[in-house]
């Protein structure tokens, strides 16, 4: 009877150790991809808030400049790509290009001086830019997680409980390649 009791006790024994030792981790694991998905879910609202305030700005700017069409049909096709975009590579190459519609329709704003002037499109570009800058927050606080968790997957004990459990690391929300370069900035030909 002793000869069977010791290697069970031997196998209780080890689960036990096991368990203390991968069941934080698990849950570590579980706690982590949530902060992921709810920092994710940020970046998701602060653009889906910048999506919902670009029709106003496009409206009020065809009141003053409806000729700059091209621009306008930028700045709806670039808002439609980055409301049909899934996942944080697509969703940051969508960003990129509205917010380069957006530039463009800055400068078409330089040619009316009574557009700068109205009420409305100031405090629409007020909550642009406050939102802007949300977005920008969520970007930085969705990557500090998605660092955690990553760090987590990669670090022993995680990396077993991680193959065993299938946690795989999450993609971080990347700026765009033209980020990279400075904008050109020109005051006309003869410097004024």
């Known amino acids: 009877m002793r000869k069977v009791l010791g290697p069970i006790a031997g196998i209780v024994i080890l689960l036990v150790v096991l368990g203390i030792l991968f069941v934080p981790s698990y849950n570590k694991f579980v706690t982590q991809e949530e902060n992921v998905d709810q920092a994710y879910a940020q970046v998701e609202n602060q653009l ?14 065809k009141g003053f400049a409806g000729h700059e069409k091209e621009v306008l049909g930028d700045i709806a096709d670039a808002r439609s790509r980055l409301a049909g ?22 400068v078409v704003v330089e040619n009316y001086p009574e557009l700068k002037a109205d009420a409305n499109f100031r405090q629409l570009m007020d909550e642009l830019s406050g939102t802007e800058n949300r977005i920008g927050v969520a970007r930085q606080d969705y990557n500090n997680e998605v660092a955690t968790y990553n760090r987590q997957v990669k670090r022993f004990p995680g990396k077993i409980v991680a193959t065993v459990f299938e946690f795989e690391e999450k993609e971080y929300f990347k700026a765009d390649a033209a980020a990279n370069e400075a904008p050109k900035v020109d005051f006309g030909e003869d410097g004024k």
């Open 48 to 61: 889906q808030r910048r999506l919902d305030l670009i029709p106003n700005l496009v409206n009020t700017v």
């Open 85 to 106: 975009a899934q996942g944080p590579e697509e969703q940051a190459d969508a960003d990129a290009a509205l917010s380069g519609a957006l530039s463009r329709l800055l």
